[in-house]
Each structure stands twice: as structure tokens, then as C-alpha cells.
Nanobody
């Protein structure tokens, strides 16, 4: 079992919603900050959002007001609720776990889940 597994991606029309999940196994996710990244073809990897251990959060300007990151420590999971999706939100979304704050080297990374936004 990989340490982080994402799910919840899929095809959605512009304006639609998806909720991505990041499930951890083999370690306690509560002790880590967790970030979501998006990788789109031909584009730089982009950090979308991150949630620290103290549940403080940060978001890329492009998703503020539309995306919400949250964590459920009892389930060892982190979520990314994505609303009002736009075609430019499409890409492979993966989560990472940082041993400290939402910066620097991460310790774990998932394989990703694909998000397609198209009519």
C-alpha cells in the first residue's frame, strides 16, 4: 500500500464540483502538513493548497474562494473540495506530506488523480 493514495478525480463540466481525497497509510497524517499540487501537460507544477498541523490553510490565488482544503485526523485523510471548476483547473492532482510547515521537502507523495474539466 502506497503511503498516500488520492481519489475523487474525474470528468466534470465547467462550473461543476469534485472532492478529492488523500488517504494515508503506514503513518499518522495528523503529524504532517499536507499539500495538494496540480500538474498539467506543458505547464509548471503548481501548488494548489496546503493545510498545516494546526489546520491553518493556504491557497493559490487562482483557487481562493472556490477550493477548500480540510483534514479528518480520525480517518487519516485530507480533502480538497473543488467548486466552480474551470478548464484551467484540469490536471493531475497529487498530495504530499511535509514533516514541518507547507514548504521545503516533502516526505511522502501520492501518485495522483486526474481532473478533467470540459463540456
Amino acid at each position: 500500500q502506497p503511503p498516500l493514495v488520492e481519489s475523487g478525480g474525474g470528468l466534470v463540466q465547467p462550473g461543476g464540483s469534485l472532492r478529492l481525497s488523500c488517504a494515508a497509510s503506514g503513518f499518522v497524517l495528523e503529524y504532517y502538513s499536507v499539500g495538494w499540487f496540480r500538474q498539467a501537460p506543458g505547464k509548471e507544477r503548481a501548488e494548489v493548497s496546503c493545510i498545516k498541523r494546526d489546520i491553518s490553510t493556504k491557497y493559490a490565488d487562482s483557487v481562493k474562494g472556490r477550493f477548500t482544503i480540510s483534514r479528518d485526523n480520525a480517518k487519516n485523510m485530507v480533502y480538497l473540495q473543488m467548486n466552480s471548476l474551470k478548464p484551467e483547473d484540469a490536471g493531475d492532482y497529487y498530495c504530499v506530506a511535509y514533516p514541518g510547515a507547507c514548504e521545503g521537502l516533502y516526505e511522502y507523495r501520492g501518485r495522483g488523480t486526474q481532473v478533467t474539466v470540459s463540456s
